[in-house]
């Protein structure tokens, strides 16, 4: 079956620090990757996505590439902000599962001034 | 456009006792999905619609659990005894159709206490 597997957290960094998030998967054929984020009090929310083998998915300085030789699509941020600070969360779909997310369990990110 | 909808937002209840969760869908999202989130872990997946017919139900505890979605629009998951264990966040969401590379939108969720 599918599987997401994230680096254990809780991460604190400074600000303006270099962000990785790893994240590795398990899937038949050819899943589409995702990156949703939960702010405090906020409801989860999509990121940013990618859909195919070496698609770099971007947004608010996030990115991701789609790795199918290491199935992996760790997410990196050059310089944090504060106001980063959140879960983020990998997660796939594929036809297997009807096109419903897969998730990871989850990466706490705090970002210091 | 406005989101996924959820009430109630927060729910404490005794064990044994029933509770319910309601959705309303972004308008014109024909995909329904209920997940629960337990503290600490990713969102996992209870039950999926297309329309009002419920396509993948095989997360769902079935003994304890019911859900519907009447006219493919609202819907509503209950839980009848609710234990201990069913303390979580009930999130739904919705998309426009199942296909690879849809985005999937979340409400807030419901954050159930069985005490």
């Known amino acids: 079956g599918n599987s997401v597997t994230q680096m254990e957290g809780p991460v604190t960094l400074s600000e303006e620090a270099f962000l990785t998030i790893n994240c590795t998967y398990t899937a038949t054929g050819y899943p589409s990757l995702f990156w949703y984020v939960q702010y405090p009090g906020e409801g989860l929310q999509l990121l940013l996505k990618?859909?195919?083998?070496?698609d770099k998915g971007s947004n608010k300085g996030f990115e991701a590439t789609y790795r199918k030789e290491t199935t992996s699509f760790h997410l990196e941020k050059g310089s944090v902000q504060v106001s980063d600070s959140a879960v983020y969360f990998c997660a796939l779909t594929n036809s297997n599962s009807g096109y419903a997310l897969n998730f990871g369990k989850g990466t706490s990110l705090l970002v210091t001034p | 456009e406005a989101g996924v909808v959820q009430s109630p937002r927060y729910k404490i209840i005794e064990k044994k006792q029933p509770v319910a969760f309601w959705c309303n869908p972004i308008s014109g999202h024909n995909t329904l999905y209920w997940y629960r989130q337990n503290l600490g872990q990713g969102p996992e997946l209870l039950i999926r619609?297309?329309?009002?017919?419920?396509?993948?139900d095989s997360q769902l505890p079935k003994d304890r659990f019911s859900a519907e979605r009447l006219k493919g629009v609202d819907s509503t998951l209950k839980i009848q005894p609710a234990e201990l264990g069913d303390s979580a966040v009930y999130l739904c969401a919705s998309s426009r159709q199942g296909v690879a590379g849809t985005e999937a939108f979340f409400g807030q969720g419901t954050r159930l206490t069985v005490v």
């Open positions: 990618a859909t195919k083998a070496d």
């Open positions: 619609y297309e329309n009002e017919e419920a396509v993948d």
